[in-house]
């Protein structure tokens, strides 16, 4: 008599590759502020080249993260100070000019300037940063990325091609291609996409599709999701099917917040592991999605 | 009235020699001829360098890590189920040997009944049991339900270490004189050592079973007064850099920790990339750690480690 293996509703274990977001909470304004790129950390991999499948183009991707004073000092901080050094641009948003240094919009505070706020930072990037990168990943304070699996995620795809990839909520993150930022922008000078929506992952996404920009399929060779809108407790912890109330006991992940956003993640991605270890999945090994893969 | 102060004197005369009597039990600490510590002057034990390991020639390094193999000792409640479900379905499954030992029976769960309810006794018990069962594994690790333990990396610790020789190792704390390996933290114990242990168990006045103090030692402190007496000295497990790989502490609280104390290193200052343990972490934690531990990890980065470990089979949340 023991445990038995997984029954019910089980949760898709997920990707060992993974954005993450770790709270629920939103930036409040847009102010940007300019950041070294990744340069002064020796990053362990080729800056800007492609990872794996296809070197016929760069991967370069240019980070922009929606923050505000408030968590300047808390979380982006600690951003800046840990997976944003292995961007090859990073760049801060906020509503108010700090020596972080952030870039400044002309946007005012509020959740329904939101999807104005995200117009803006793109029309910036667009017009200072667009032949810096390859790849534009907008990400918020509380987000964790892990840069050398996005990178080579993208590195499978052209992004001369209209792509993005990852929920267009922001929660998780996501990433639009060259031609796709070409043509959102081109769809607000025009006027075929809306500038007004209270509701900016609508509004993205609706834009999106009004300018055949296509979602790219982000999840691994085994099928699973990479980004993931949620702390990883959600995805992770197997619910033990039991009779008794006391084996459903559930346990909110609270991950370290405020000061040392993302530290533990830091400290389990980068750093923690099992000296030797033969890792199970080999992202290298290509295996073929066959239709009947689950997908979350 | 001489012989009112006649007794008077007897009466002080019997209470110096009482008190003096006392004091020299006081004194008395179990310890054998420390002026003449043998091998393990050192107080603590350093995982091998990567330079000492590319010294071996491959087939020592295979060897060894044929040879360094991990009995898992896991002290369990059935009032504390979950954690014990949990240590089932997550790292123990790393062990070559996993037992887990309770107080009483659980229908749920196997587990080798010790029907004891006394800590110390009980902890007593579940060693004496693995000692007898060994096989021919030669290294030992005791857990409580709230220790999560990476077993490649205390393979790593060890491996050059030889289990014929008494080590006790883990988080080592210092209690007055007392040197000891916190239990929580996980303790480590050499074939040689446990052999010792298991002797002296006989021995009721060194080492009793139901404790002899007035107050109550820990089980922890117990077991090191025990191994005391066999020339066992407890030994903290460090990195290669010095950095302690036991905790008794979550990942949480070591980085909240590290980002007071070093605020500008918070990840680097903390904890070390090979620990062994850490303890405090609900169930659902551990399903976390699972997953951070043992796939998470970013593309492109190459270790070169000079062991291989693979994955246990009938698993997947590793």
């Known amino acids: ?70 968590n300047l000092e808390s979380r982006t901080k600690h951003i800046r100070e840990t997976w944003a050094k292995r961007c090859d641009r990073v760049l801060y948003m906020s509503s108010v000019k700090t020596d972080f240094p952030t870039v400044e919009l002309n946007v005012s505070e509020g959740r329904d300037n939101l999807y104005w706020k995200t117009i803006r930072a793109f029309q910036y990037i667009h017009e200072h940063h667009f032949d ?28 001369e091609k209209p792509l993005y990839l990852g929920y267009m909520s922001g929660g998780a993150g996501y990433v639009l291609s060259k031609e796709a930022l070409r043509r959102f922008i081109k769809g607000f000078d025009s006027g075929e996409c809306t500038h007004f929506s209270t509701i900016e992952d609508m509004a993205l996404g609706k834009c999106m599709e009004t300018m055949k920009v296509e979602p790219a399929d982000s999840r691994d060779m085994k099928g699973r999701q990479t980004f993931h809108p949620y702390p ?35 400290y389990l991605t980068y750093h923690l592991r099992p000296y030797g270890y033969k890792y199970r999945f080999n992202p290298d090994e290509h295996i073929e999605l066959n239709a009947t893969t689950k997908s979350i | ?61 295979q060897e060894l890590s044929n040879q360094v193999r991990v009995y898992c000792i896991i002290m369990v409640q059935p009032k504390i189920l979950v954690y014990w479900a949990t240590a089932v379905d997550t790292w123990s499954k790393h062990c070559d040997k996993a037992v887990f030992y309770t107080s009483e029976s659980s229908k749920a769960l196997e587990a080798v009944d010790l029907d004891e309810k006394d800590d110390w006794a009980r902890l007593r018990k579940a060693l004496k049991h693995a000692y007898e069962n060994a096989g021919d594994l030669r290294w030992f690790f005791v857990a409580q339900p709230t ?87 407890a030994e903290n497990g460090e990195d290669a850099h010095g950095k302690g790989l036991f905790s008794s502490k979550s990942v ?55 062991l291989v470990f693979y994955p246990p089979e009938n698993s997947d949340n590793d």
């Not at chain 1, 950390?41 to 070197?55: D, F, I, W």
């Not at chain 2, 446990?194 to 002797?199: A, I, K, Q, Y």
Request: with cysteine.
């Open chain 1, 1 to 70: 008599m023991g445990i038995s293996g997984r029954r019910g509703t089980e949760p898709e274990l997920s990707s060992e590759r993974i954005f993450i977001r770790i709270t629920g909470t939103q930036g409040p304004g847009v102010s940007e502020s300019l950041s070294s790129s990744g340069a002064d950390v020796p990053l362990p991999h080729c800056e800007g080249k492609s990872s794996a499948a296809n070197s016929s183009h760069t991967t370069r991707i240019l980070c922009w993260i929606m923050t505000g004073p408030k």
């Open chain 1, 132 to 159: 810096e990168a390859d790849w534009f990943l907008k990400a918020d304070d509380d987000t964790f990325v892990v840069i050398e699996n996005l990178r080579y995620t993208l590195s499978k795809y052209d992004p």
């Open chain 1, 232 to 266: 990883p407790d959600h995805y992770l912890v197997r619910q033990f099917p039991r009779p008794r109330p006391w084996f459903l006991l559930y346990e909110h992940y609270t991950p370290v917040e405020g000061p040392g956003c993302c530290s533990d993640l830091v």
């Open chain 2, 1 to 61: 009235m001489l012989s009112e102060g006649g007794s008077f004197m007897k009466g002080m005369f019997m209470g110096a020699i009482f008190c003096l009597v006392l004091s020299l039990l006081g004194s008395f600490s179990p310890s054998t001829d420390s002026s003449t510590e043998d091998q393990h002057h050192h107080h603590h034990v350093q995982a091998p360098s990567k330079d000492e390991l590319k010294r071996l020639s491959d087939s020592q390094v």
């Open chain 2, 147 to 233: 220790t999560f333990a990476i077993i490649e990396n205390l393979k790593y610790l060890v491996l050059t270490k030889d289990p014929s020789e008494p080590f006790y190792l883990g988080n080592a704390m210092k209690s007055g004189e007392l040197e000891y390996v916190a239990y929580e933290s996980g303790i480590v114990l050499s074939y040689e050592a446990l052999n010792r242990l298991v002797n002296v168990f006989q021995d009721e006045d060194k080492c009793p079973e139901r404790g002899r103090a007035l107050w109550k030692l820990s089980e922890d402190k117990q077991l090191a007064v025990c191994l005391k007496y066999t020339g066992v000295y």
């Open chain 2, 252 to 306: 949480n609280t070591l980085i909240t920790d590290s980002m007071k104390d070093n605020p500008n290193n918070v990840v680097e200052g903390c904890c070390s990339d090979m620990a062994v343990t850490f303890s405090g972490m609900s169930p659902n934690q551990m399903q976390v750690m699972m997953f951070g531990v043992y796939r998470l990890r970013p593309y492109g980065h190459e270790f070169h480690d000079s």
